[in-house]
């Protein structure tokens, strides 16, 4: 009997024990575990200040970085500049005002930063902002714009010869389309309308590579054997000094007496204004865009039959070459004077191809 | 665990209370700590902020100060210049960044170097001035303000830009906030729980014996000595009193068994006295039933023997006298102790008054040592054993017939022998009486109604023992011996 209490007692006193041991850790754990949690959520909160440091910064300058062309050139350039421990930032993104190329390069040389590329023109300014900046040390790419009077290190663009071609088969195409409507239609000669090709280009810069692509265009239609009765040419400067005349000077096109039939456009902005100038006025179908540049819009366009073609421009190519010129200048002291960067049509013959690439890359 | 069981109790409590205190102590210490660290980094949340405000300043002045010398060239606005670009160099030092992935930083480097290039600038107008070159400090004061408006430009910029994104950190930071307070809720929670299940259950392990300790007390106070005691499991002030109460319990018992052996020893006393004053009387009625009227007999035979004085019959006088005193003895007799002598002188007379009814046939004879009659002895014993010797023995023996009584002292008893020649008795018989089976036969008429079971029984219970009186016989017409042996004082 006693022993039975005893062992009994014994078990109790166990028990007990084990409770108090199995609460006494159970304590110790929460207060380790919550110690864990909140540092943790601390390590969390101070792990957003972890960073990369680059050897050189460039900087790259356009007149409109929201642009969908400035913007897949620079993820050309910022792609191949990390390769190389370089940074490259898109100059004016961080700014809350808006500043013209000239004061960005302004900008860009009091930072001292490392290298420049900027989309440049023709004008004198222009050309003092190279020259001050080369002076200062700076090596400065010229993009898609070149400043010839400069003596800026290099300059990366696209054909223009060969857009001018392209150009120009793309509107040979368009006249023998018509030429079969006419036959078909007209009885003699007279009745056939001579086709109103209309080129837009800017009005502020003198930029040979306009010049070029007309030039090129007029060549490529006269070996195409069109005869000049059928086509003629005008070109409409734009107005692009003030951030929303471009679009005015558009649709003052379309308010005029005589629609041209086939628009040039040679840059993107030019060609999204058409286009909808074109929807707006209902006159899909009888004029027909050739567009530049391959955003997303445009290429929905040509789905839609609005734009005719465009061109595509290798953006990806064009930024990897003003990095590779600006890291030959460091490495070898100088680099190429021209980089040409490919293109490519865009027309409803290929444009599933496109419309699919877009979609990949949105998703 | 058992080692700490076995503190006292004082103990005990302190050190629970210490080590719950204990607890919640650490508990409160890291939830300070971590309040401390989370509100510093709320601090430092829009230190960048104003860093970059006071660098704002701090330009604005030194811009302020250069157009206020070049409007009026005071000294006073040169040592305000002086001062102002010192500061705003001192604050641009600590405004380096790096070229990184991020743009703070990297907008940081870019105000910097833009800052080093305006006041070169600045410093450049200012000495112009000094110089009154009046073409230099013009261009030089447009360049300056020029980059005076993009660096205030690029720090609006930086700040909103950094304003966003530390509203994000502080907003994230105020969340973690939020789920660092209820986790510190849930931890003291839980912390509390833990430590009021150690208290209980360490208060229990202290009390349970205590219960236990009460229970067993509350049978013993019911009289059960043979509950089970409980165990003192534990070296504490409870286990010592435990130990302390199961030695109470036992000696108690041990007590108790003592004391009523002691009681069962007077009981058996009180119950000695008690039969033997019961043997008494039934001698007593016995001997009264056999009496009429006594006093009737006593005052007849006295006016007998005053008769035969009278007419001068001595002899019958003194029979008359002796029978008289005979049963008076008998009557007024109530003690049940008496001397020795009394009963001897009893016998006297009986022998006597028989032999003046048989004529003198019964040889009485007596040796009797006279320092032994004031033994103390119960009445009414030796005259039946007389009576029983002078029946059943010698009556038929005619003038043959002896009876001797002797007195004597042998070691420590004092010997009382009756003893007669005559028939004897045999073992059966005698074996017979000292059990108390002996049946008299209900006829006999000449004696005065004791019998030897009488006599035997209550010679046992005066002197305590059963060998008190012993009978011999040697066999048939051998006579017999009645020997009685009581204890000298």
Known sequence: MDTEKYVENNNKIRRSSLLLRITFFFIVIIIILSIVIFNFFMKDFRKSSEFKVYDKYFVMITNNYKLDLWQSIYRGAFGAAKEENIYVDLLGKDFYENYSCEDLMKIAIASKVDGIIVSANESEEMTELIQDATAKGIPVVTLYGDNTKSDRLSFVGVGSYNIGREYGRQIFDIIKGKRREDFIESETMEERETMQISVLVNKDSSDSGQNIIISALQETLSQENATNSEFNITIVPIDNKNAFSVEESIRDIFISERVPDVIVCLNEQNTICAYQAVVDFNKVGEVDILGYYDSESIVNAIDRKVVYATISIDTEQMGKYCIDALSDYYTYGNTNQYYTADIKLINKSNVAKYLEKGEKEHE | ?489
């Open chain 2, 1 to 489: 665990m058992s080692r700490f069981l076995n503190l006292p109790l004082r103990r005990k409590i302190i050190i629970i209370y210490m080590v719950a205190n204990m607890m919640i102590f650490i508990v409160n210490t890291l939830l300070i700590m971590g309040i401390n660290s989370m509100s510093v980094e709320m601090e430092l949340v829009y230190q960048d902020n104003r860093s970059l405000n006071k660098l704002f300043e701090a330009l604005t002045d030194v811009q302020d100060n250069m157009t206020e010398y070049l409007s009026s060239k005071t000294t006073d606005s040169l040592e305000d210049y002086y001062r102002s670009a010192q500061t705003l160099q001192n604050l641009a030092e600590e405004m380096k960044g790096q070229i990184s992935d991020l743009s703070f930083s990297r907008m940081r480097r870019n105000i910097h170097n833009m800052t080093g290039g305006y006041l070169e600038e600045v410093s450049q107008t200012v000495e112009a001035k000094r110089g009154r070159n009046v073409e230099k400090y013009r261009s030089h004061y447009e360049n300056a303000t020029e980059l005076y408006k993009f660096i205030s430009s690029y720090i609006t910029s930086l700040n909103n830009a950094q304003f966003v994104s530390n509203t994000e950190n502080y907003t994230m930071l105020s969340n973690n906030y939020r789920v660092f307070g209820a986790l510190c809720f849930l931890v003291m929670a839980l912390v509390m729980i833990g430590n009021v299940i150690i208290i209980i259950s360490i208060i229990s392990t202290i009390i349970s014996p205590m219960n236990e300790l009460a229970e067993s007390a509350n049978k013993v106070a019911e009289g059960n000595f043979d509950t089970t005691l409980p165990m003192a499991l534990y070296n504490d002030e409870i286990g010592i009193v435990i130990s302390a109460f199961n030695k109470m319990v036992i000696s108690i018992k041990e007590y108790i068994e003592r004391l009523r052996e002691s009681m069962d020893k007077e009981r058996e006393l009180q119950e000695k006295e008690l039969m033997m004053e019961a043997h008494l009387k039934d001698a007593q009625l016995k001997y009264l039933q056999a009496q009429i009227n006594p006093h009737f007999l006593f005052n007849t035979l006295n006016a007998g023997a005053q008769l035969s004085m009278m007419e001068g019959a001595e002899r019958t006088y003194e029979y008359v006298q002796t029978v008289a005193d005979f049963f008076r003895y008998n009557v007024q007799n109530q003690k049940s102790e008496v001397t020795l002598k009394e009963e001897v002188t009893l016998v006297d007379n009986y022998i006597q008054i028989l032999n003046v009814r048989f004529s003198g046939d019964i040889h009485y004879s007596k040796q009797v040592d006279q320092r032994l009659l004031t033994t103390p002895m119960p009445s009414m014993i030796l005259q039946p054993i007389v009576e029983n010797a002078v029946n059943h023995g010698i009556r038929e023996m005619g003038d043959q017939g002896k009876i001797k009584l002797k007195v004597f002292r042998e070691d420590k008893d004092v010997c009382i022998s009756i003893e007669d020649n005559g028939k004897g008795i045999s073992a059966e018989d005698i074996d017979k009486i000292l059990n108390g089976n002996w049946r008299h036969k209900e006829d006999q008429y000449d004696n005065n109604g004791i019998g030897m079971d009488n006599v035997i029984s209550r010679l046992r219970l005066f002197a305590g023992k059963t060998d008190v009186l012993d009978i011999r016989s040697e066999g048939r017409d051998k006579g017999c011996e009645v020997i009685i042996r009581l204890p000298l004082e």
